[in-house]
């Protein structure tokens, strides 16, 4: 009865606080730490990443783009601070220096198109500039439950050193 007792109490931690780990992805010259259970794949040259079980429509996508210092989706505002482009009121940026790049991330009101048509939600959206005038580009969309794993998906993201 004990030997039960305990197989049942580890299995109900082990899958209530389990899954925090997280493994790494390699996309492009980039690296990033993505939740273990979580998915990712290839589509279109851009990588998209998600949780297994959960609607097809909450996703985070990243993709790399030759950039030509004009940046997609943050402008400087008239204060001198970074904030998101966006449909609704302005919303100031989190930037993020490293030695090797430049980001900034945002949540923000954005237009979306599915099977339904254009519709407007929240978005995460986060863009990092390397030195090579390359920049990657995360776009999450669906549940905002999933936001803070997207914004620490973009903040593990680390160049592979060739």
């Known amino acids: 009865m004990k030997v039960i007792l305990f197989l049942s109490l580890y299995l109900l931690v082990s899958t209530t606080y389990g899954g925090t780990e997280t493994r790494k992805v390699s996309f492009e010259e980039a690296m990033l730490g993505i939740p ?7 589509r279109k040259g851009c990588l998209l990443i998600g949780e297994r079980s959960v609607d097809t429509n909450d ?8 950039s030509d210092n004009d940046k997609v989706y943050f402008s400087m505002n008239d204060d001198g601070e970074w904030e ?9 940026a ?7 790049f430049k980001g900034m991330s945002a949540i923000v009101s954005c237009r979306i198109r599915d099977d339904a048509g254009y519709h407007s939600t929240q978005c995460f959206q986060a863009e990092i500039d390397l030195p090579e005038n390359i ?5 999450g969309i669906g549940n ?4 803070e794993q997207y914004k620490k998906i973009y ?6 050193d060739k």
């Open 36 to 42: 273990g259970q979580w998915i990712n794949f290839e």
């Open 59 to 66: 996703y985070l996508k990243i993709c790399k783009y030759t």
């Open 84 to 92: 998101a482009v966006t449909e609704g009121a302005p919303v100031l």
């Open 94 to 100: 989190d930037v993020n220096f490293t030695s090797k």
């Open 135 to 139: 920049s990657y580009i995360f776009t």
């Open 144 to 147: 905002s439950s999933f936001f």
């Open 155 to 160: 903040l593990s993201f680390n160049v592979i």
